[in-house]
């Protein structure tokens, strides 16, 4: 009797699960395409950062959906023939439409997001596509968002800087949703998006020089002739000296361009960079460049707002060209989030509001550096790949793309391994080396840092193995080189030998001369190499464009290849981190310094000659 109640209860509860799912199969699937909701992606919180409280669910965000590029392969198939010096295609960069029909989403692809947009209230009004259509941008209040992605957002502080963000460990969506959307931000990322500056150290006032003992010129690497004082204090004259640039001399080329991008509210200060010119540079003194404000980008000249990473960047980045034309990028974004206000705020990455931005013009500076990145690890693989994918996009176009490689070694700058604090973020907390994104992009260059004269890698220069991106052919003879000379063994399971190896290149990067809030100091940092690397490379792209000939666009594949005799290999020092010595810098390259340091004389004449 029980047993026969029980069964008929039994009975009963299937067929009642039965007729939901068909109902729900036959109501909801043909009408809106809802399926069950499925993990989609889920990360560890980087160790730096804990739970502060619930996000206020009025708190909007700016949701950014990534939709699969399908073509990807073939628009890297074209950025290599195009940027390959031995290629019949070499320098026949593609036009913009072109790029933008090769990262088009499938239209299948479209019709379903744009279908669960709607089921959610959303119509073509409220959403912004970017021109190829890969990106979908809505806004929503958090409390949207963790319905639509069945998760829960928190604020999250980072413990040392205090700094808040709203973000989640973990979404969902639809399953048959899971191979149309690649990526979903801001959910899962962590990265800080931290500037490769050192600690400022400030000159005599009186004299705004550090006194030199010796007066004899010292022969560089090159066998050029530097002046003694730039062993301890770098100027424009020095790295020009250094570079064996001293003979070249650029002109206003109308169609040579250079860029420099500011994140993080640091404005580039007009004043600051006169004065440095009226010391440094003075015949670029009354030049100027131009600000493009990226997203409500602020331009604040007050002399208090100088930014010490911006007007690093552009004393130096546009010392170098001058009299190129240049552009200072000032992007918002990451502004300190107070939990208990309930106004919009921005709290999206500042990488994809660039590159959202600059794909969509016209005309893009030919040269572009950026002193910016974080711990590969606190991007989700997912992220990092689609704003590598978009600086793919920039090469393929014909821009060159230089990044600093990060100022901790080959992780936190600690060769004590008590206090080392290089752990993985994946569960295990192993401790790893922490390579730096965007430097592991394969398709950017990232460039290390050097100091004194002769030169030697400085110890803080960032290098190392991605653990996201696979090694690219361009480099597997000169990394294979510099692993079968690598003492076997030697920090096994701390790195990736098969990652993308970086730096690429270096320069120096300590000792900067520079003017920040009208006063003058001695700067540091790989935020001092890639300005003074991609500066050099305009002046490589006013040969070019002198010649008749296409800028350089990205620049590994000729860097690795026909140029690389146009480098001045760094050999000796290393760069500790992680709790160990880190790697050495040696013949050949390595990742400390990559290939070595520009001998400008000789590059140019090799990039003319291809
Ligand atoms: C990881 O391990 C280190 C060293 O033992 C420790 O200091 C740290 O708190 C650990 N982090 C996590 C998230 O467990
Ligand atoms: C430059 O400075 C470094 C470090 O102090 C020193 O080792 C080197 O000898 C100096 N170079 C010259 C040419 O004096
Ligand atoms: C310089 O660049 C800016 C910004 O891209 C542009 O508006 C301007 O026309 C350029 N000037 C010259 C002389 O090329
Ligand atoms: C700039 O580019 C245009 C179009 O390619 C070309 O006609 C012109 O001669 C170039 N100007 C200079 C100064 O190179
Ligand atoms: C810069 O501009 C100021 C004010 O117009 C002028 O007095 C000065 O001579 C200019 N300097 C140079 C080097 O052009
Ligand atoms: C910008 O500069 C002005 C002075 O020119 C200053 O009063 C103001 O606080 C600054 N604004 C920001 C947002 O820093
Ligand atoms: C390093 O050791 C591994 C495993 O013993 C071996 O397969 C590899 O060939 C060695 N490499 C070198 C460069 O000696
Ligand atoms: C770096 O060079 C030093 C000195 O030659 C050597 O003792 C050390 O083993 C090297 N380290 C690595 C990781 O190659
Ligand atoms: C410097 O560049 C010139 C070309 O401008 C080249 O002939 C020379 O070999 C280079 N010097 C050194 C020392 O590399």
């Known amino acids: 009797m029980i047993s026969k109640v029980f069964r008929g209860h039994l009975k009963m509860r299937s067929l009642l699960s039965c007729l939901v799912i068909l109902t729900s199969f036959v109501l909801a699937f043909p009408a809106s395409r809802e399926s069950q909701l499925q993990t989609k992606e889920r990360v560890f919180p ?97 409390r949207l968002a963790e319905e639509m992605l069945d998760t829960t957002y928190y604020v999250w502080k980072h413990t040392a800087s205090g700094e808040s963000i709203v973000r989640t460990t973990s979404y969902s969506l639809p399953i048959h949703l899971h191979e149309h959307v690649d990526v979903i931000q801001p959910t899962t990322t962590f990265a800080r998006l931290k500037s490769f500056k050192s600690t400022i150290h400030k000159l005599d006032k009186e004299t705004g020089q550090i006194v030199e003992q010796s007066n004899t010129p010292i022969i560089s690497a090159s066998g050029v002739s530097v002046d003694p004082s730039c062993n301890t204090t770098v100027t424009v004259t020095c790295l020009k000296q250094l570079y064996n640039a001293t003979d070249i001399t650029p002109s206003a080329n109308i169609n040579n361009s250079f860029g420099i991008t500011g994140y993080l509210d640091q404005f580039a200060n007009f004043q600051d960079l006169q004065s440095f010119y009226a010391v440094q540079v003075p015949a670029a003194v009354n030049s100027s460049f131009a600000v493009l404000s990226v997203a409500g980008g602020q331009n604040n000249q007050s002399l208090s707002e100088a930014g010490d990473e911006a007007d690093l960047d552009i004393e130096f980045g546009f010392g170098i060209t001058f009299p190129i034309n240049g552009t200072f990028f000032t992007t918002a974004g990451s502004p300190p989030f107070i939990p208990d206000l309930e106004t919009p705020t921005d709290t999206n990455e500042p990488y994809t509001k660039w590159l959202d931005f600059i794909l969509a013009q016209d005309e893009i500076p030919l040269v572009i550096t950026t002193s910016y990145g974080d711990d590969e690890q606190t991007v989700p693989e997912s992220f990092a790949k689609r704003a590598c994918a978009g600086f793919a996009q920039l090469g393929a176009r014909g821009v060159s793309l230089t990044f600093s490689s990060g100022d901790g070694g080959v992780g936190d700058g600690d060769s004590d391994p008590t206090t080392q604090t290089c752990f993985t973020n994946d569960g295990t907390n192993r401790t790893e080396f922490l390579p730096l994104f965007p430097a592991s992009c394969p398709y950017v260059t990232a460039v290390g840092g050097t100091i004194h004269v002769p030169e030697v890698a400085v110890g803080f220069s960032g290098g190392g193995f991605s653990n996201f991106f696979a090694r690219p052919a361009y480099q597997d003879a000169a990394v294979a080189a510099f692993l079968e000379t690598f003492p076997n063994g030697t920090y096994a399971g701390l790195f990736n030998p098969n990652g993308r190896a970086f730096p690429d290149v270096a320069a120096q990067a300590d000792n900067f001369q520079v003017v920040i809030g009208g006063e003058t100091g001695l700067i540091g940092g790989t935020s001092a190499a890639s300005p003074t690397f991609a500066g050099f490379v305009a002046l490589l792209n006013d040969a070019r464009l002198k010649a008749g000939l296409p800028s350089l666009g990205f620049l590994n594949p000729l860097f690795y290849s026909t140029a690389i005799s146009g480098f001045n290999d760094i050999t000796s020092g290393n760069a500790p981190g992680c709790g160990t010595e880190g790697f050495n810098a040696t013949v050949g390259w390595d990742p400390v310094t990559g290939l070595g340091t520009p001998d400008v004389g000789k590059l140019v004449a090799l990039v003319t000659s291809v």
């Open 46 to 142: 980087p160790r730096d950062w804990e739970i502060h409280s619930i996000a206020p669910s009025n708190h909007r965000i700016e949701l950014k959906i990534g939709l699969p590029q399908p073509n990807f392969e073939i628009l890297e198939k074209h950025l290599y023939e195009v940027s390959d010096p031995s290629h019949s295609r070499y320098g026949q960069h593609l036009s913009k439409e072109e790029v933008e029909a090769l990262v088009a989403p499938h239209p299948e692809s479209l019709e379903l997001v744009t279908d669960w947009l709607a089921s959610h209230g959303f119509g073509e009004q409220d959403m912004t596509r970017s021109p190829a259509q890969d990106w979908i941008t809505v806004t929503v209040p958090v």
